[in-house]
């Protein structure tokens, strides 16, 4: 008893030790629209993220009844799912430019699951669980057993985050993250072909689905119907050639023209009008229920039988959605966390399961259209969800006239920035052929069985060859005397550094090279604190007597020396890290330069276009400081160049 008095008042006393400053600081971590909401500029990004928001609005709203029809639940459980989780991550995510909602991927991931728990059948029963809706008690089995793969993917992901799992993503490869998601999208396209063709066709799956699904169509060729098939065509080339024309004159015409919104009100018009759903067997999306239903658990009792999917869903989503944070992270300069995100996402998952929402995640199509939009903040995200709310409670009659051929031609013309990915094979090619490889055996293995067996695929497979290519790379280097970059020695040369880069660079190493080299530049060596890098394999500070006895004039930028002779390989990923790292230096006023590159790897950097247009690789550490201090110093007249 006394022990247990002693203990409940030493925990009485740590959670008493805990101050308002750890309080606010685990809010700001936990919470991030605190951090960046009391500094938001009405003035300057108001404007674009309305008009970002709107824009958003159209796509939320086409792609949300797409993709519930693509996870075989009713398409008002879509719209449900454009409000919900971007609420919720626009509270906790920290990709300030990234939109998540209904995705094509975890659609097709939940439909597996929801046609083998609840198959197809000819119900009409309207008296369902939702009162005055007019849900059939059949549909309402089928958003439950989605709705429990929303949940249990959230919780896993949820999971995920509380175990700091969220580092796992240097597993994740560019080739491997590209080709899943190109195949993906391949699978995507091919699940929209009955609705451009106006067929009615089986829900096919499993393994070669896709290949079946093209041999049902080519066997019943005459089930086209030829009306739909005109009107999809006529939506896909007006798509495609007005896209292509805001591309190429959005500096000129200063706005970009809202062709999916024009397309899709004018045909939802015709289709009224010219009554096509009777005269011409056009497909609409049919009878949308206003308003949203009081909350409900999902199907508990499934779950058991949908862990196959929820992972999926958990994994695939988490993958696409935390490379979208990236690429914002990078393209507007912030950071990101890789738990909290993992965080926001589980919530964004399992909060919206209790309102029939199916499995979301980041959206590719949606976060570029922000992009090019000129979106500041989630701000955008939330007007969005204002108005597809008043879509739900309003606007739900005219949807009902909307062609279902149409929704598929906005939805496959909103994958055009993922089918272009296959122009990733020539870059992959020209640096590492190993990578290009990689790209073709995810890609066919993702088309051939789905996107999350493509993805275990392409991380095995890459990892396996990362470390074939480690046990074949070279160990020794013969290195001439005066060159010789392995001096015991440790001080560095005031604003010059000179670093040896003495592992392969690929990318299983190429988050912990960016973050050491950042750490050398931003903190000036001492022998003592170089003696902490013994550790590193990736870099070594070099001492200033390697230099020769030259002491290169200290100007105002810094410079770094990399000295790349012991990269014995590399990958894309690798490079293409050493590129970036090298342009953000550039920008923190450091200039780089290169020792020793092979000539592989200086043509796999100017392909990242890294030193195209400027002098940085040599062959000696001695031209390097020469050419610095040429640039640099005060008497630089009359000094005579080295061969670099």
């Not at 439909?111 to 059948?121: D, I, M, T």
């Not at 590209?178 to 089986?202: D, E, I, N, R, Y």
């Not at 108005?387 to 909307?402: C, E, G, H, Q, S």
């Not at 073709?440 to 275990?456: E, K, M, R, S, W």
Request: hydrophobic share 45%; charged share 15%; proline share 4%.
């Amino acid at each position: 008893m006394p022990c247990r008095k002693r203990y409940v008042s030493m925990l009485f006393k740590q959670i008493s030790s805990i101050g308002c400053s750890e309080i606010k600081a685990w809010c700001l971590g936990r919470i991030p629209i605190l951090e960046w909401a009391h500094k938001y500029n009405l003035r300057q990004n108001l404007i674009p993220d309305c008009i970002s928001g709107t824009m958003l609005t159209v796509h939320q709203v086409a792609h949300g009844l797409a993709f519930a029809v693509m996870s075989s639940v009713h398409p008002m459980f879509g719209l449900y799912g454009s409000v919900f989780p971007p609420l919720i991550y626009a509270i906790f995510g920290m990709g300030r430019h990234v939109s998540t909602g209904t995705f094509a991927i975890t659609s097709l991931i939940s439909a597996s699951a929801v046609e083998r728990l609840v198959p197809w059948n000819n119900g009409t029963a309207t008296n369902g669980s939702l009162g005055d809706m007019a849900i059939s008690d059949f549909e309402m089995q089928r958003i439950g057993v989605a709705a429990a793969v929303t949940f249990l993917g959230g919780v896993i992901q949820m999971s995920m985050s509380l175990l700091q799992l969220g580092c796992v993503t240097f597993l994740l490869s560019e080739p491997v993250v590209s080709a899943m998601t190109t195949g993906a999208a391949t699978h995507v396209v091919t699940s929209q072909v009955k609705f451009l063709l106006g067929m009615k066709m089986p829900y096919i799956s499993g393994p070669l689905g896709m290949f079946y699904i093209y041999i049902y169509v080519f066997k019943n060729i005459n089930m086209i119907q030829v009306s739909a098939l005109l009107l999809s065509l006529l939506s896909l080339t007006v798509l495609i050639l007005t896209k292509e024309l805001n591309e190429k004159y959005k500096k000129q015409i200063k706005f970009v023209i809202p062709i999916d919104l024009i397309l899709m009100s004018v045909t939802t018009l015709a289709c009224y009008f010219a009554n096509m759903e009777e005269d011409y067997s056009i497909e609409v999306i049919g009878f949308i229920p206003k308003g949203i239903p009081l909350p409900q658990a999902p199907t508990m009792d499934v779950l058991h039988q949908v862990v196959v999917e929820a992972f999926s869903v958990a994994l695939v989503g988490y993958t696409v959605s935390i490379y979208l944070a990236y690429n914002s992270a990078r393209r507007f300069k912030y950071s990101v966390s890789e738990n909290q995100e993992l965080f926001a996402h589980g919530l964004s998952n399992i909060i919206p399961s209790f309102v029939f929402c199916i499995p979301n995640a980041g959206a590719p199509a949606r976060t570029f259209l922000l992009y090019s939009h000129g979106a500041q903040t989630q701000v955008a995200c939330l007007v969005s969800c204002f108005l597809v709310l008043l879509v739900i409670y309003f606007l739900v009659p005219l949807l009902y006239w909307i062609p279902m051929c149409v929704l598929a031609s906005v939805i496959i013309v909103g994958l055009k920035g993922m089918l272009r990915q296959f122009q990733d094979l020539k870059k992959y090619w020209n640096v590492d052929k190993f990578d290009w490889v990689i790209w073709i055996c995810t890609y066919v293995v993702t088309i051939c069985f789905a996107a999350n067996i493509g993805l275990l695929f392409g991380v095995v497979f890459n990892i396996a060859v990362g470390v074939f290519r480690l046990t074949k790379a070279r160990t020794l280097q013969l290195v001439h005397l005066n060159e010789d970059f392995s001096s015991t020695s440790e001080e560095d040369y005031g604003d010059y550094k000179v670093i040896s880069i003495d592992s392969p660079l690929l990318f299983l190493t190429a988050k912990k090279f960016c973050s050491d080299i950042q750490k050398v530049n931003q903190k000036p060596s001492t022998a003592k604190e170089s003696n902490q890098h013994n550790g590193d394999i990736l870099l070594i500070p070099v001492s200033n007597e390697s230099c020769g006895g030259m002491s290169p004039y200290r100007g105002g930028r810094k410079t770094l020396i990399l000295n790349c002779k012991g990269i014995s390989f590399f990958d894309f990923t690798g490079v293409s890290s050493l590129s970036q790292i090298c342009s953000d230096l550039k920008k923190q006023g450091t200039d780089v330069m290169f020792l020793g590159c092979c000539e592989s790897l200086r043509k796999s950097l100017h392909y990242c276009n890294c030193g195209a247009d400027e002098q940085i690789f040599f062959n000696s550490l001695k031209s390097a400081l020469h050419v610095i201090k040429k640039d640099h110093g005060p008497n630089s007249e009359g000094l005579e160049s080295p061969d670099v």
